[in-house]
């Protein structure tokens, strides 16, 4: 979503402006994008979203947010396999993401579910700068 001015955290305002742009895309007619909560040990700890909605022979794109408190814990990994299957078994055929290469916990989730990155960075290469977009992709055919 888009930034907003203010204090860093929770505040009222980035509350209601988070409230207001995912309302507007998952709730739209027809929805933007399906979004799910990220529960862990019952309590909710992030989103992910596929986009658009999942049908036969869609290439969707998968994002996920993660409060501080799960990650490293392999809840995206997980997140992001079980958005693979939603996907795979309404008919897409493609799963994309978009991240920097500073990101190392999506860049995880997404080799161990088997994304292909681009560009990809072989072992003694450049190292990007972290702030580089990288590009993935998931054959779910």
């Given amino acids: 979503m888009p930034s907003v001015?203010?204090?860093?955290?929770w505040t009222p305002q980035?509350?209601?402006a988070f409230?207001?742009?995912?309302?507007?895309?998952?709730?739209?007619?027809p929805p933007v994008e399906t979004v799910y909560a990220v529960v862990v040990d019952g309590r909710v700890c992030g989103a992910a979203r596929l986009e658009p909605p999942p049908g036969p022979g869609a290439t969707v794109e998968a994002g996920i947010w993660l409060g501080r408190s799960c990650r490293g814990r392999g809840v995206g990994g997980r997140a992001l396999q079980l958005l693979a299957a939603q996907a795979r078994g309404a008919g897409?055929?493609?799963?994309v993401a978009v991240t920097t290469a500073g990101n190392a916990g999506a860049l995880g989730a997404l080799r161990q579910v088997g994304a292909s990155l681009s560009p990809a960075h072989a072992p003694g290469t450049p190292v990007p700068e972290p702030a580089a977009r990288?590009?993935?992709r998931l054959d779910l055919s």
Avoid at 5 to 9: I, L, N, R, S, Y
Avoid at 92 to 95: D, I, P, T
């Fill in 5 to 9: 001015e203010g204090p860093p955290g």
């Fill in 14 to 16: 980035r509350r209601d």
């Fill in 19 to 29: 409230l207001t742009f995912h309302r507007a895309r998952a709730l739209a007619t």
């Fill in 92 to 95: 897409a055929v493609g799963l």
């Fill in 134 to 136: 990288v590009d993935a």
